[in-house]
């Protein structure tokens, strides 16, 4: 299993891809180098709260969604937060989550 620097690299790395942005752009708009933007990718290398501000900004999120990696974590660890999340829900909403999580399901099996 990941540790948590690992799993917010991976983090990182997920979003900068989702935007399409290499390591040496995100690397140039935080003013390091490239090699620095892969440590901190592998876990390596923990950026400061000012570099994580500019992460944030590089890539276009909240602050707070750099640390939304749960879904990069082990299956046990998912499943739970799942199945918190649906008992955080009332009947109603649950049984909407329900319709929507097995529509989900069906296109990805097709």
Same mark, same amino acid.
């Given at each position: ?13 997920? *979003?900068? $891809? !989702?935007?399409?942005?290499? /390591?040496?752009? &995100?690397? =140039? ?22 570099? *994580?501000? $500019? !992460?944030?900004?590089?890539? /276009?999120?909240? &602050?707070? =969604? ?22 955080? *829900? ?21």
């Amino acid at each position: 299993m990941k540790n948590v620097t690992e799993q917010f690299g991976a983090r990182i790395r997920e *979003l900068r $891809k !989702i935007r399409g942005i290499t /390591q040496e752009q &995100l690397a =140039e708009h935080l003013g390091i180098e490239q090699k620095h933007v892969s440590l901190i990718e592998h876990g390596k290398s923990y950026p400061s709260l000012d570099r *994580l501000t $500019k !992460i944030a900004e590089a890539l /276009q999120v909240p &602050l707070p =969604e750099l640390f939304d990696f749960i879904h990069l974590t082990n299956q046990e660890t998912r499943v739970q937060s799942l199945e918190t999340m649906l008992k955080g *829900l009332d009947e109603k909403s649950q049984q909407l989550a329900y319709q929507i999580f097995a529509s989900i399901i069906r296109l990805l099996k097709n």
